[in-house]
């Protein structure tokens, strides 16, 4: 599983890292960088936007949850819950599903229907994982193996998913994936696998043979050979990187108003968008250009096709309801639900009404 979020004070470290700005009694300066540890998605994140990595992990402003991040958390648990219990003999698909039900994260979902849907592909996975898997297990070494590693004074935190043990007594990484799809030329290429190989070289005292990402939707995993030392010096300078501007308190925004800032929770306060871009982001009424109008009612579109479909869903268990019960209407705590039809016309429709409003 991909270590989502992971960057705080080292245990026993200083509870408040920004204190360490000052001098010390001794009049040493103490680097504002100590005590704090790196993981591969903060690295990513401040290398993405410094001002976004400070908004996270300095000033502890939460974010809004994520659909991806509770469908990701809860299908790796369900995996967790296999590898864990495969000493004893490999677990039955009911107890995997049970397991997975009973671990299912539910904040993040935009609609009922949405947290079905992602819900059933979950279990479709669980389902496809034990059938294909289940008889080839008996090389797991390690599940959820968690590291922290110093990297020229830099710590470094992660947890690996799984680590085999090959034929020839080496290792074989894998970090399972949900979402869209890839193929090996990202393996090749992508730096959390190269972090997990210096860590599991360090920690492990053996040798990598290959690393690999798996697409659980399709069930499909991609393997290459080990990343070369080349690979390994440029992640390990990264890192440095990194560390070196968030020890000299480089947080200055790196705006993509058409990207990812899209899609940023902290628009509203970043310094990036002050004046008319403020208020366009606090009142998207304001447009900047008719590229970014068409991408606003693209998402609008999307949302309001969704929130249709959700809307006949609950208007088909209501009227079921109402037409049992031959009840005219329908008292909620704020709303009221009555039964309509046009004149001349056999159809009916249901529509709500705020309690309290004159008709
Ligand atoms: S809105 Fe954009 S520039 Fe500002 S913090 Fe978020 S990602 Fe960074």
């Known amino acids: 599983m991909t270590q989502l979020t992971f960057d705080g004070a080292i245990e026993n470290g200083p509870a408040n890292p920004r204190e360490l700005t000052e001098e010390s009694a001794a009049g040493a300066k103490i680097s504002w960088y100590k005590g704090r540890v790196l993981s591969h998605s ?76 992602f819900f059933q592909e979950g279990e479709r996975i669980m389902r496809g994982f034990y059938a294909k898997h289940r008889a080839d ?26 680590i085999d043990t090959t034929p020839s007594g080496n290792l074989a990484l894998l970090d399972y994936k949900t979402g869209k799809g890839f193929d090996k030329v990202r393996v090749r290429q992508e730096p959390q696998l190269t972090l997990y190989q210096i860590a599991a070289k360090k920690l492990l005292g053996k ?85 970014e109008l068409a991408d606003r009612l693209g998402r609008l579109d999307a949302k309001l096709q969704e929130l249709l479909k959700e809307r006949r869903a609950v208007e088909k268990t209501l009227k079921g309801h109402i037409e049992d019960k031959k009840a005219p209407q329908v008292e909620g705590k704020h709303f009221s639900v009555f039964h309509r039809k046009e004149e001349g016309s056999e159809e009916s429709y249901l529509e709500s009404k705020p309690k309290g409003d004159p008709d």
Do not use: M
């Open 207 to 291: 040798e990598v043979e290959t690393v690999g990402l798996y697409h659980l939707n399709t069930l499909t995993a991609h393997v290459v050979p080990a990343h070369g030392p080349a690979q390994e010096e440029e992640v390990k300078a990264v890192i440095l990187q990194a560390a070196q501007g968030i020890n000299d308190q480089k947080f200055e925004p790196k705006p993509e108003p058409a990207g990812y800032c899209q899609w940023c929770d902290y628009g509203q306060i970043c310094p990036a968008f002050t004046g008319r871009e403020a208020l366009r982001r606090a009142d998207s009424n304001v447009p900047d250009s008719l590229g």
């Open 137 to 162: 297990l008996k090389n797991v070494f390690q599940v959820e193996f968690k590291f922290t590693i110093d990297i020229d004074g830099i710590p470094v935190t992660g947890f690996i998913d799984r």
């Open 42 to 117: 903060s690295i990513v994140l401040y290398r993405t936007c410094p001002q976004k990595w400070k908004f996270r992990y300095v000033d502890k402003i939460p974010e809004k949850p994520r659909s991806y991040f509770s469908f990701g958390k809860s299908v790796h648990a369900g995996l967790e819950f296999l590898f864990a219990n495969i000493v004893g003999g490999v677990p039955t698909l009911e107890e995997l599903l049970a397991n997975f039900r009973a671990g299912w994260l539910r904040e993040g979902y935009e609609s009922p229907q949405q947290e079905k849907w």
